[in-house]
């Protein structure tokens, strides 16, 4: 039982690390959405994407031809990620085109807002499924108790959930910080891609850069906000 623990709290460490990659896309993408609407994509999304996830499970673990080669040395899990790495890189193209060319959608019938939300839920739902394509291969590589996989990946969804919404307020309301993490998304994308051509970048070479350039980000917040403060301050004074 202590060793299951243990692959329990490994497994769910893993989840939450990929799981930063999904809060950004998740972020992101609902971030398009009207102010009253995105917490409800946000968690239809990821319900929809959590039983698509543990379908995905199923699948790998009865279908061992994902991950042998299919089309040229491509397995449809390699396929996946291509994909997957195709859409995020034009997703993040296109969204960091939008915000410094201050495009919108302007007014909106219920019926597109509508279809809006749906496109939201669909594009959160496939990208889930991207990102979690390496996570459950790994768990499946670790253990082939479903109940120590279903559990890590239901514990990483409620923690998913619990910071989207802060992390995709917080990155909306601040430009500067919506394209850094935009930024992040392209790399992520490139990264995805290239596991597809089975080209592995170890984890640290994205994930450092991406920690410096968010402190160096925060720091530039830190100074705006004490620089406005500050000649309030003086204003008031005068």
Same mark, same amino acid.
């Given at each position: %039982? ?12 893993? /989840? ?77 193209? +296109? &969204?960091? #085109? #939008? =915000? ?8 909106? =019938?219920?019926a597109a807002v509508h279809k809006g939300f749906l496109i939201v839920i669909t594009q959160i739902v496939l990208l889930d499924i991207v990102f979690s394509i390496d996570s459950v291969i790994t768990a499946i590589g670790l253990t082939h108790k479903i109940?120590?996989?279903? +559990? ?34 392209? +790399?992520?994308?490139? =990264?995805?891609? %290239? &596991?597809?051509? #089975?080209? #592995? ?8 850069? %991406? ?12 100074? /705006? ?8 301050? =003086?204003?008031?004074?005068?």
């Amino acid at each position: %039982m202590a060793d299951s623990l243990a692959l329990l709290s490994l497994l769910v460490g893993l /989840e939450l690390i990929l799981g930063v990659d999904n809060i950004l896309v998740i972020s992101i993408i609902a971030g398009k959405l009207p102010e009253e609407r995105r917490n409800r994509a946000r968690l239809l999304g990821l319900g929809i994407a959590l039983l698509a996830r543990i379908i995905v499970l199923f699948l790998l673990l009865t279908l061992s031809n994902l991950t042998n080669n299919v089309i040229f040395h491509f397995s449809v899990r390699d396929i996946i990620l291509l994909a997957g790495g195709l859409f995020l890189l034009w997703k993040a193209v +296109t &969204e960091i #085109h #939008h =915000t410094i060319e201050f495009k919108t959608d302007g007014q909106q =019938t219920t019926a597109a807002v509508h279809k809006g939300f749906l496109i939201v839920i669909t594009q959160i739902v496939l990208l889930d499924i991207v990102f979690s394509i390496d996570s459950v291969i790994t768990a499946i590589g670790l253990t082939h108790k479903i109940w120590i996989i279903i +559990t890590s990946v239901i514990v990483s969804f409620l923690a998913i959930l619990a910071f989207a919404k802060p992390v995709g307020e917080f990155i909306v309301q601040r430009p500067t910080l919506k394209i850094l993490a935009l930024s992040f998304l392209i +790399t992520i994308g490139i =990264t995805i891609f %290239m &596991e597809g051509f #089975h080209k #592995h970048v170890p984890k640290a070479y994205i994930y450092l850069p %991406m920690g410096f350039a968010l402190f160096v980000e925060i720091l530039q917040l830190r100074y /705006e906000h004490n620089r406005k403060k500050k000649t309030g301050i =003086t204003t008031a004074t005068e």
